[in-house]
């Protein structure tokens, strides 16, 4: 399976973006679907997960309130609309599909198949 992210973009503080996360087939259905990112000079952090029906959702306690992830299902899609969105929230956000239940995953066991990134500034 494929992942192709996009969505990113320049946007001030306080405005939104919707990333979304295209699967090349539809096995991705029966994936859970994480979300990550990586600032520059840090390492990639969860930001979101949600599994495979969507009826399991986990957000990092940063994001919540702000961030929802969704899917679907039909068309092969994940996608993170990010709300208020902060400078601290500048990032090249990753999708990211696996086989074990959606929670708040960590990347150095995590994933399946990961995105190739979408770079997401956030200016003051």
């Known amino acids: 399976v494929q992942l192709q992210a996009s969505g990113g973009g320049l946007v001030q503080a306080g405005g939104s973006l919707r990333l979304s996360c295209a699967a090349s087939e539809r096995t991705f259905s029966s994936y859970a679907v994480g979300w990550f990112r990586q600032a520059p000079g840090k390492e990639r952090e969860f930001v979101a997960s949600?599994?495979?029906?969507?009826?399991?959702?986990y957000y990092t306690d940063s994001v919540k309130g702000r961030f929802t992830i969704s899917r679907d299902n039909a068309k092969n899609t994940v996608y993170l609309q990010m709300n208020s969105l902060k400078p601290e929230d500048t990032a090249v956000y990753y999708c990211?599909?696996?086989?074990?239940?959606?929670?708040?995953?960590?990347?150095?066991?995590?994933?399946?198949?990961w995105g190739q990134g979408t770079l997401v500034t956030v200016s003051s």
């Open positions: 990211a599909g696996d086989r074990q239940p959606a929670g708040v995953w960590n990347s150095l066991n995590c994933c399946d198949y």
């Open positions: 949600i599994s495979w029906n969507g009826g399991r959702i």
